[in-house]
């Protein structure tokens, strides 16, 4: 596809929210974006919001958190329903795994230790948070 063909897009602002040894992982409702599985706590942004509100938002209305995440890395693909996919990782790091309010959609979250991340039957999108996690945790060991 050349640059200048249309595309539709997804604006994704995701979390990883992570204690020395854990990630927390969420599990979404019906309507949430498809697929079931441990996912990385995220959302569409809304129109004209920046991604660091939406982030911010995320774990806010999704978790019940208070916390300022701080951006790692974005990703750019087509997704499987061909829509341009730009996705904003961010990383909120904390000392312990505070209790969780879980939002109306969130059907169940997890602190899953980062040395044994479920496999990616269990996961959303064929384990795409265990490669986020993965690169935020190999970019801190270097």
């Given at each position: 596809?050349?640059?200048?063909?249309?595309?539709?897009?997804?604006?994704?602002?995701?979390?990883?929210?992570?204690?020395?040894?854990?990630a927390l992982l969420v599990k979404y409702g019906e309507?949430?974006?498809?697929?079931?599985?441990?996912?990385?706590?995220?959302?569409?942004?809304?129109?004209?919001?920046?991604?660091?509100?939406?982030?911010?938002?995320?774990?806010?209305?999704?978790?019940?958190?208070?916390?300022?995440?701080?951006?790692?890395?974005?990703?750019?693909?087509?997704?499987?329903?061909?829509?341009?996919?730009?996705?904003?990782?961010?990383?909120?790091?904390?000392?312990?795994?505070?209790?969780?309010?879980?939002?109306?959609?969130?059907?169940?979250?997890?602190?899953?230790?980062?040395?044994?991340?479920?496999?990616?039957?269990?996961?959303?999108?064929?384990?795409?948070?265990?490669?986020?996690?993965?690169?935020?945790?190999?970019?801190?060991?270097?």
């Amino acid at each position: 596809m050349s640059a200048s063909a249309p595309h539709s897009a997804k604006l994704i602002a995701n979390v990883a929210i992570l204690t020395p040894d854990r990630a927390l992982l969420v599990k979404y409702g019906e309507g949430h974006d498809g697929d079931g599985g441990w996912m990385l706590p995220d959302d569409l942004l809304a129109d004209g919001e920046h991604p660091d509100y939406a982030a911010a938002r995320v774990l806010r209305e999704h978790l019940g958190m208070k916390v300022r995440p701080v951006l790692a890395f974005v990703d750019s693909f087509t997704g499987g329903d061909d829509t341009w996919h730009i996705v904003f990782n961010y990383v909120a790091d904390l000392t312990h795994g505070p209790p969780i309010k879980p939002g109306e959609n969130v059907t169940g979250s997890g602190w899953l230790m980062l040395s044994s991340l479920p496999g990616t039957q269990d996961m959303a999108h064929r384990g795409w948070a265990a490669d986020v996690l993965a690169r935020i945790v190999s970019t801190r060991r270097k």
